[in-house]
């Protein structure tokens, strides 16, 4: 993976600093004969202040920036539409720099739908443009896979929210959402022309106060398909250097992938793990999940043992009720005789309607008889019950839908739409993050 394998510093084009550790820095530092200090300062630019240009290191010389420069980018994420009022459940459209779209998925503490407001926060992040798995229900796989995210672009979906809200606080924080502001030009006017009209960017860099306490990896792709990458942008969302987001607080969901929940539990890190389960028989998962036929309940539940005693954690079961393939009363004994065996909890996720999928949600009794089942099997069990179905609440289903527009004959070039996609938010309903969503795998 470019950026992540052999040595970093040697690839053709310029590997993005975010993609980097401290002892990485440290390194590169002591060559170029720049105390380990300057390493603290950069690493406070990028992630207490969320720098997006090494201009705005006022306390680094201009030698070392433009040294900086000459080895690194520094690329941000620009925003191209968002769906959801604050404080509900926001969904972030994102461009990278060569013009792929991510989702990012912000979802508060306690939405408003069921009280009080809160400013705890939990994020639902991408690691693949696309994903090759082609569960049946889902959004993410219509078009297949494109490309692995490097780290620097998981860790900036983390950045890119924080500065997006710090700059509708007015807080500072660097740029708001401004189109992949890179390296020395940030701060070029033609940079700004072409800036989406989101809130204006502080041009201070003040320390904003963190926004995102929680982390879900369930957004576009299977995140143990990408395991290097993902775990390297994990690791500095973790370190105190760096997101200072807890292990403990992050949640790793995958669709099955044995051998890499396995790796997973030999790593150092105390992740919480989720499966899409969305099936509690052979039968079912193959059927809505060709990756259970490469790697089936057996093999799935003996990695999900292993990663529990290895790492004592609980584990969470994703499961989606889809009308007619995995609602019916007699799925509920084998699920909850999975539940107890690995002492997991059930997250039931009524199906959110996905644009040219067959699949419908079940009724709303269906879902709460199912529960109720599910409850009078000792399972710990919730059910989702947030009215998201309106909109694109899939995951995957807002980034399709927009590069079909982008490609359609109504001819919205890339230029063209900038400007008007970010605009107002489409659709108040508070949405869930996912269904069909099945994210992260
Ligand atoms: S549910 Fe997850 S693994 Fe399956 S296609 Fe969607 S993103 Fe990929």
Redesign the pocket.
């Known amino acids: 993976m470019p950026g992540t394998r052999g040595d970093p510093f040697r690839q053709a084009v310029k590997p993005d600093l975010k993609s980097f550790l401290k002892p990485e820095i440290v390194a590169r530092f002591a060559e170029w004969g720049e105390p380990a200090y300057r390493a603290d300062q950069l690493l406070a630019w990028l992630y207490r202040r969320r720098a997006t240009a090494w201009k705005q290191m006022t306390d680094l010389s201009k030698a070392l920036c433009a040294r900086l420069d000459e080895h690194f980018r520094l690329t941000s994420l620009e925003l191209v539409r968002k769906q959801g009022a604050e404080e509900s459940t926001q969904k972030f459209l994102w461009r990278m720099v060569d013009g792929a779209l991510i989702e990012s998925v912000l979802i508060p503490a306690n939405p408003v739908l069921y009280g009080e407001a809160s400013d705890r926060h939990t994020l639902c992040v991408s690691t693949q443009v696309g994903?090759a798995?082609?569960?049946r229900f889902?959004a993410?796989?219509l078009d297949g896979w494109k490309r692995n995210l490097e780290p620097h672009e998981i860790v900036e979906q983390v950045m890119a929210i924080e500065r997006w809200q710090a700059g509708m606080r007015g807080e500072g924080g660097g740029a708001s959402g401004e189109p992949g502001s890179q390296g020395l030009h940030a701060d070029d006017p033609g940079c700004k022309a072409e800036a989406a009209p989101l809130p204006a960017p502080r041009p201070s860099t003040l320390v904003a106060p963190r926004l995102v306490d929680n982390l879900v990896i369930m957004g576009?792709?299977?995140p143990l398909a990408n395991y290097e990458n993902l775990l390297k942008a994990l690791a500095i969302l973790n370190a105190p250097w760096g997101g200072a987001i807890g292990a403990r607080k992050i949640t790793i969901s995958t669709?099955g992938l044995a051998p890499q929940i396995r790796r997973l539990a030999d790593e150092p890190f105390q992740f919480n793990l989720a499966i899409?389960l969305h099936g509690a028989s052979d039968e079912v998962r193959s059927r809505i999940?060709p990756v259970n036929r490469k790697y089936p309940l057996n093999d799935l539940v003996a990695a999900c043992e292993h990663y529990r005693d290895k790492k004592g954690r609980l584990l969470t079961f994703e499961y989606i009720l889809i009308a007619g393939v995995n609602d019916a009363p007699e799925q509920v004994k084998p699920l909850a005789q999975l539940a107890r065996r690995l002492n997991a909890k059930v997250n039931l996720i009524p199906y959110n309607r996905v644009e040219g999928l067959a699949w419908e949600r079940p009724s709303d009794e269906v879902q709460e008889a199912f529960l109720a089942a599910l409850e009078r099997q000792k399972v710990k069990a919730t059910l989702r019950r947030e009215k998201g179905h309106e909109i694109d609440a899939a995951?995957g289903q807002l980034r399709l839908r927009t590069e079909r527009e982008f490609a359609g004959p109504a001819g919205t070039s890339r230029r063209g739409t900038r400007g008007a996609v970010a605009g107002p938010e489409r659709n108040r309903t508070p949405s869930s993050r996912a269904s069909g969503d099945?994210?992260?795998?």
Request: aromatic share 6%; hydrophobic share 15%; proline share 6%.
């Open positions: 994903c798995y082609g569960c889902c993410s796989g576009m792709g299977e669709s899409s999940m995951c099945a994210p992260g795998g």
